[in-house]
């Protein structure tokens, strides 16, 4: 008998492609080509077996997912199939015609990327004049009256713009904001000394969530993903290894998360080649870190393990080389000294961001 919970969500990466150039991209440092992305008619083959598995969302995602000609087949496909689409996007290219037919397509929220309140910092981070077309997206979807979230990934650049960002996301209409600190993985990583805060940094910016929080209780949702390298503790590794999400790369390629596929030696499994069923229940790289019976100690005596799952998995390799170690956020960690060299003022180092350009 099957004991393995379906997953609630999908993550569809529809392409690599990008207007943006933002040195904490998080995707591959080897992106997928445009000739090597699946069809509309296959990512909506995807989304029906998806619902059939049990999931209930998906989030289309990229890259920019507005680059791809054939968005609203997408979106009608998983709308078809039964799934609540988000569509998360830079705003760039979102007009308003565009809008209207994804939303007859049925898109059923939007969730708008933004780097800085202030238009020239966010463009500089960006690498790209887009806070302009950003500011026009959120009118476009207040307009036709979907709902809206800003997400905002933090780092040493705008972690000082709280208040900027809780403020245009109110002037913007939107439902939430999502405030994340920065993954370093892909490209982030390539820039991790550049992006990384102080402690006192983050200290204020923890500070002024909070008053933002109380003030503005029931008016708007306030999410704070915390960031990995201060605390010492591990973050549940996307809720746990195979356990409530799949991430499908513009190419086909299955995956448990959407930096699994840094991880060396992890066999690749494509949806063009098996059932979503099977690579979700069966297949090797999503049975690899799933439960607790992979892990070694501390964590197989871990009073947490069933909370953290030893942290994450390509964070461990990101820090370590060896991705089944004890995530070294954690403070149990026998790598966690190793952390204190990454973490020191953000005022010594390299601050200069190189921007992510195309592979």
Known sequence: MNTIPPPWGLLAELTHACPLHCGYCSNPLELTRRSQELSGQQWVEVFRQAAELGALQTHLSGGEPLLRKDLDVIVAGAEAAGLYS??????SGLEADRL??????????????????????????????????????????????????????????????????????????????????????????????????????????????SRWRERL????????????????????????????????????TALPC???????????????????????????????YRGTDWMSSPCRTCDRRDQDFGGCRCQAFALTGDATRTDPACSLSPDHATLSTLTRPATSGVTELIPRRPS
């Open 86 to 91: 988000q569509l998360v996007t830079s705003g």
């Open 100 to 209: 209207r037919s994804l939303t007859d397509a049925g898109l059923r929220s939007v969730q708008l990327s933004v780097q800085h309140s202030d238009a020239d910092t966010s463009d500089l981070i960006a690498g790209s004049r887009a806070f302009a077309a950003k500011e026009s997206a959120a009118a476009l979807v207040k307009d036709v009256g979907l709902p809206l979230g800003v997400n905002a990934v933090l780092h040493r650049h705008n972690l000082d713009a709280i208040d900027g960002l809780v403020e245009l996301a109110l002037r913007w209409g939107a439902d939430r904001i999502e405030l994340a600190n920065t993954q370093f993985y892909g490209w982030g990583l390539l820039n991790r000394e550049a992006l990384m805060p102080g402690r006192d940094q983050l200290a204020r910016a923890v500070e002024s969530v």
């Open 217 to 252: 209780d029931g008016q708007l949702e306030i999410i704070w993903v915390a960031p990995d390298y201060f605390d010492g503790v591990a973050k549940p590794c996307m809720g746990g290894w195979g356990a409530v999400s799949l991430t499908v790369t513009p190419d086909g």
């Open 258 to 288: 959407p930096a699994a596929a840094t991880l060396p030696g992890l066999d690749r499994v494509n949806v063009k080649d098996h059932p979503l069923r099977w690579i979700w229940e069966k297949s090797k790289p999503f049975n690899l």
